[in-house]
T-cell receptor, first 115, second 110 residues
Framework: DAGVTQSPTHLIKTRGQQVTLRCSPISGHKSVSWYQQVLGQGPQFIFQYYEKEERGRGNFPDRFSARQFPNYSSELNVNALLLGDSALYLC??????????????FGPGTRLTVL | AQRVTQPEKLLSVFKGAPVELKCNYSYSGSPELFWYVQYSRQRLQLLLRHISRESIKGFTADLNKGETSFHLKKPFAQEEDSAMYYCALSRKAAGNKLTFGGGTRVLVKP
């Protein structure tokens, strides 16, 4: 298993544009979480999905949205990009979402640069 | 709201010396605490969790609820321990969503 995969690896956009990031979880995992990591900071939780339903949302504006597909892959969408959205976006998968000790496995991330 | 603080941005130690990474948290309930590590050019991965009470790669961490701390320790640092380390917390009532600290970069010098 290749582990959690994310695409694209890098992305450059301009202010006001929209972006879609993609994530494929580890085979058998039904939960996907998204985190934003700004340079020099720790990852910050954005969304969690389990069985195609949103299970949690962090303190992010409505410009951020996500969804999970029947095959458990997920997309993160960000509209009306701002310079401050420049960050590494991490996807993590786990078997469960409701168990606090269930390990999250992270992907390599998508580096988004907004100019 | 919960919060995780890692006061040191950078720790530089010599090979064979002890290393301790500090982690303090604020949360009124019963947290689950984790240490994640990111080696150069690799993805973020779990190092250890307090509930397992295990030692991984020589690292241990003890949850001190009185001091709300979860410091990571290793008695003899190795060069391969050079990496970025993140302390993280999840709340039992909120599943496995993680709140991370700002991270500590460890540099082990030969």
């Amino acid at each position: 298993d290749a582990g959690v995969t994310q695409s694209p690896t890098h992305l450059i956009k301009t202010r006001g544009q929209q972006v879609t990031l993609r994530c494929s979880p580890i085979s058998g995992h039904k939960s996907v979480s998204w985190y934003q990591q700004v340079l020099g900071q720790g990852p910050q939780f954005i969304f969690q999905y389990y069985e195609k339903e949103e299970r949690g949302r962090g303190n992010f504006p409505d410009r951020f949205s996500a969804r999970q597909f029947p095959n458990y892959s997920s997309e993160l969408n960000v509209n009306a990009l701002l310079l401050g959205d420049s960050a590494l976006y991490l996807c993590a998968s786990s078997g469960l979402a409701g168990v606090s000790t269930d390990t999250q496995y992270f992907g390599p991330g998508t580096r988004l640069t907004v100019l | 709201a919960q919060r995780v603080t890692q006061p040191e941005k950078l720790l530089s130690v010599f090979k064979g010396a002890p290393v301790e990474l500090k982690c303090n948290y604020s949360y009124s309930g019963s947290p689950e605490l984790f240490w994640y590590v990111q080696y150069s050019r690799q993805r973020l991965q779990l190092l250890l969790r307090h509930i397992s009470r295990e030692s991984i790669k020589g690292f241990t961490a003890d949850l001190n609820k009185g001091e709300t701390s979860f410091h990571l320790k290793k008695p003899f640092a190795q060069e391969e321990d050079s990496a970025m380390y993140y302390c993280a917390l999840s709340r039992k009532a909120a599943g496995n969503k993680l709140t991370f600290g700002g991270g500590t970069r460890v540099l082990v010098k030969p």
